[in-house]
């Protein structure tokens, strides 16, 4: 095999892994938005096992929420949703709780 096809192929094998399936990209030095599409239908808090809030930033113009659910899925959920932003309030007051009780 020449050099130039050996490279093209190498170029192949480390793009195919580091593309992602589904809506939230795997990597977490991704430089873009990480969904693709969001979720607004209500899911019982119960079974969401955790919640990653991601800022707007130079990477993305979005506020993202993305859930993990206790089957180990990955959801993105729409930020403006009602029952989203109470998630969030929820999940900031209990951080400010912790941060705020003596060690």
Do not use: Y
């Not at 239908?41 to 659910?69: M, Y």
């Amino acid at each position: 095999m020449n050099s130039k096809l050996q490279a093209a192929l190498l170029i192949v094998l480390i793009s195919a892994s580091l593309a992602h399936s589904g809506p939230v990209a795997r990597m977490g030095t991704e430089l873009r938005c990480q969904c693709i599409a969001t979720h607004s239908k209500f899911i019982p808090p119960k079974s969401i096992q955790d919640v990653r809030l991601t800022q707007s930033g130079p990477h993305c113009k979005n506020v993202e929420v993305i859930a993990t659910l206790k089957d180990g899925r990955e959801v993105c959920l729409e930020p403006t949703a009602p029952w989203v932003q109470l998630i969030i309030k929820a999940i900031l007051a209990k951080a400010q709780l912790n941060s705020d009780s003596p060690l």
